[in-house]
């Protein structure tokens, strides 16, 4: 899908997470994909932790306003992440984007959420993601 590779490109210029990020919306569920598509305040941006000069880097806050942010702000190094690991923490992302960084009721974690959506489109947490905590935000 042609237009989904674009609509990466515009955010992201970093082609090998570029090609990452895209081919896990490739597989998505076309009602997630359009939900993220259509949304004019759904914007994706890369970082490097390491790079001193790029730490201006704005994020904004969830749980203000009505919608909730639908910013996902993606590590450069999932370019280079180990292919089931970086495939797991992208969809993982898009979850949180889709749900609005909330849970899916009123009671569940935003992170079993994402996680549980993640795993229903087929991307279950790789063992190998118990070594990178750190990756969580919370
Ligand atoms: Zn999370």
Do not use: C
Not at 21 to 26: D, H, N, R, S
Not at 75 to 82: F, V
Not at 99 to 128: M, Q
């Amino acid at each position: 899908m042609e237009y989904l590779s674009s609509f990466v490109a515009r955010f992201i210029q970093h082609s090998p997470l570029q090609e990452r990020i895209t081919a896990v919306l490739q597989t998505l569920p076309v009602e997630v994909v359009q939900d993220l598509l259509r949304d004019p305040r759904f914007t994706m941006a890369a970082y490097d932790p390491a790079d001193g000069s790029h730490t201006h880097f704005h994020i904004p806050l969830p749980g203000r306003g009505d919608a909730g942010s639908r910013m996902i702000a993606w590590k450069i190094s999932l370019a280079h992440a180990p292919l089931d690991f970086a495939n797991y923490v992208i969809a993982h992302e898009f979850a949180h984007a889709y749900l609005r960084n909330r849970g899916r009721t009123h009671d569940e974690d935003p992170e079993d959420a994402a996680d549980a959506l993640a795993a229903a489109w087929g991307y279950d947490k790789p063992r190998s993601a118990m070594r990178y905590t750190w990756w969580r935000r919370s």
